[in-house]
């Protein structure tokens, strides 16, 4: 079982920055694959970001070159620098874990076992 918790989220204007944290319960954390998913109101959750545990990183074509997606394995974090945000940004992000893959994908909801309570992030224009 890992618990996850989410921080960092709040109300920004447009251009501004942010930087999410994710704080995972698990000694065994550095194996995990670790994402980051967004909810905005009345819209399905979609995927931001993922880091596998040896580094490799993937991101929705929506944020690339705007978020950044890392981890710290000694400090079982992940973290998940936001810059240059839009409005279209404004959501609740969503920390997940997930240690074996279900041939879903990295960039699927379903690859991952274990959810945060998520962070809103709101992007004023």
């Known amino acids: 079982q890992v618990t996850l918790v989410e921080s960092g989220g709040g109300l920004v204007q447009a251009g501004g920055s942010l930087r999410l944290s994710c704080a995972a319960s698990?000694?065994?954390?550095?194996?995990?694959?670790m994402g980051w998913f967004r909810q905005a109101p009345g819209k399905e959750r979609e995927f931001v970001a993922a880091?596998?545990?040896?580094?490799?990183?993937y991101y929705a074509d929506s944020v690339k070159g705007r978020l950044t997606i890392s981890r710290d394995n000694a400090q079982n974090m992940v973290y998940l620098q936001m810059n240059s945000l839009k409005a279209e940004d404004t959501a609740v992000y969503y920390c997940a874990a997930g240690l074996q893959s279900g041939g879903y994908g990295i960039y699927d909801e379903m690859e991952y076992d274990y959810w945060g309570q998520g962070t809103q992030v709101t992007v004023s224009s």
């Open positions: 880091i596998r545990s040896g580094g490799s990183t």
């Open positions: 698990r000694r065994t954390f550095s194996r995990y694959f």
